[in-house]
Each structure stands twice: as C-alpha cells, then as structure tokens.
C-alpha cells in the first residue's frame, strides 16, 4: 500500500502533524523509536493546558488521541533509510521493514552538543537547561550561571537576567565575549569568569559548585548552558535538503523544504530550539501544507483531463 505521507519523529511536532492528516482522512504513518531529544526532563513547560507535564505522559495522550483516526498507522521504530524513487519515498526501518509514501515529513529534532565540562550531563535536564521559557520560572531568584562556550553567551546571559539578577557567565576558556559586551554585563552586575572550568559539583542532579581550574569554588543552584546543535537524523541532508545557518532544515512559510515532497517541522527546522507549543505548531502548519498539496494536485488532474474530468 502506498501512504499519503511518512512523518519521521514522534516528538511535539510529528505527533501534531499525524494528528491533522488524520483529521485530513490521510492514509500516513507516525515513525517513533522514543528517542526524544528532552529524555533527560522531568516536567514539560509552557504547552498550554499542560504546563509541567511529564513529556512521556504528553507523548501517551497524544497518541491515544491519534488512536481515534483509523489512517493513522504508529510505527515504534527508528527509520534508516529514505529514498526518493520514482517520485515515491521509499523508507526502510531498522528491522528491515519497506513502507512507501507520497509526501514525506520530518521531525526528526535536534541534537545537542553540550560544552566541554566534566560532569554537566549529570545536571543537565535537571538544574542546568538550554532554554529559560522553558525552565527559568523554577530556578527564579536563585544563583545562576550561564555556562557557554560560542556566540550566544551574551544574547543568553541578557536573557536569564529577566528571572534571576545573581548570576555570572562562565566561557570555559573560550572567552567569547566582546569588549562592548563585557562592559553592558559588568554595568548589571553581571560577573564574567573567563577561567576553564574544572568540574561541576552536587548531587542527584542538584548542582552546588562550579569548580574553575585554579581552585576556586563558586556556589550556584542551576543555570543555563548554549549548545551547539545538530540534527538528530542525517536523513534530510541524504535527500538533499538545505540547511539554514544554524544547521535546522531550510524550509518556506509552509513548512516546505528545498526538495519537492519533502516537509521538515518542529526543531529539526528551526534555528535554535522551539518550545513544545511552538513544534506542535510547526507540525500541524506542515501538514495543512501536505494536505493543500493533495487537494491541488487533484484538481489539477481534474482540469488535465477536460471538463468534468471527461
């Protein structure tokens, strides 16, 4: 059988545009191997009447949702492969298992690349987070830290500033600040450490130390790091779609990517990463868009065949 559309991801994103092609009378399959990119966080925040949700348990509503619209076909495994063949896109899983389809959407996510400091997988997730929409509400008023090693240091420290005024910034040795930069953050009272951290220090994901290479120990309770970012799955690029400068897939208004066929939402398209409201979204404009695509190209066939399809 021959789908309408493949969505590669079951994040956010690929769970909202599963839920509208259902909703389409679309014959598509969600692909989900549970691998998301927020597996190290407890509570999910700012998806409106679900603020604090455990993701797993955002995951289960929305796929007994899903449940409901009989075209919907779930597929708890990881896509391997993708080709384009013929104007169909040929997937195989994992397991070896073949599926085709019409349209393709991906929301496969992003990966991080966390800054080289011993010990921060311990708290990342826990007391150190990469996004202060998302987590700045529970660290507020604490001693804070940002801890970053690229361009974003100021642009982030600006940022948490709104939830905390007790915070320093710490470059790991990279020392990526600009004078002009300095000088705004030391005029709010913001602290620079330019020194290699040595180790981050606490327990049960709890942080309580940063502990810098001369020795010197610095009290903070959590904080925010900048990663660098990656795509999660390399499919898109195999079949050829751009990226955009922050290495999320290049796509149009319409969630469309630089290859026919082919839609990207949610972080793997995005320059940085979205909330989840904002990936759910993102996958639900994708596939209004797949759907508008069905639609014109069948009266398109409609008006190639003369009128009334005679």
Request: one cysteine or more; glycine letters at 10%.
């Amino acid at each position: 059988m021959i789908l309408d559309c493949a969505v590669v991801g079951g994040g956010p994103a690929g769970l909202s545009a599963s839920l509208i092609l259902g909703r389409s009378r679309r014959k598509a399959i969600l692909f989900d191997d549970n691998k998301p990119r927020n597996s190290v966080t407890d509570e999910a925040h700012g998806f409106l009447t679900r603020d604090g949700i455990d993701p797993q348990e955002l995951k289960r509503i929305a796929q007994h949702e899903l449940g409901r619209y009989p075209s919907i076909q779930i597929e708890k495994q990881r896509v391997k492969e993708v080709k384009k063949v013929n104007g169909l896109f040929q997937l195989t899983t994992e397991n070896g298992d073949g599926f085709q389809s019409r349209k393709l959407i991906l929301a496969t996510g992003m990966k991080e690349i966390l800054p080289a400091v011993e010990r921060i997988e311990e708290f990342y997730g826990t007391s150190l987070f990469s996004c202060p929409y998302c987590d700045g509400w529970e660290l507020k008023d604490q001693p804070l830290a940002v801890i970053s090693e690229n361009q974003w240091a100021f642009h982030m420290a600006k940022l948490v500033s709104n939830w905390s005024s007790d915070l320093i910034v710490c470059t790991n040795g990279k020392a990526m600040l600009t004078g002009e930069e300095r000088r705004i953050l030391n005029s709010r009272g913001i602290t620079i450490r330019d020194e290699k951290i040595k180790s981050l220090h606490g327990t049960s994901g709890k942080l309580e130390e940063i502990e810098f290479a001369g020795g010197e120990k610095v009290q903070r309770t959590g904080g925010f790091i900048t990663p660098d970012w990656q795509q999660a799955s390399s499919i898109g690029q195999i079949l050829g779609c751009e990226l955009n400068d922050r290495g999320g897939i290049k796509v149009d208004a319409s969630k469309r990517t630089t290859i026919e066929g082919v839609f990207a939402c949610g972080d793997s398209a995005t320059e940085g990463p979205a909330q989840l409201m904002i990936a759910a979204s993102e996958g639900s404009q994708a596939a209004f868009s797949v759907n508008a695509d069905f639609i014109e190209e069948k009266y398109a066939e409609k008006e190639g065949d003369g009128i009334n399809g005679k």
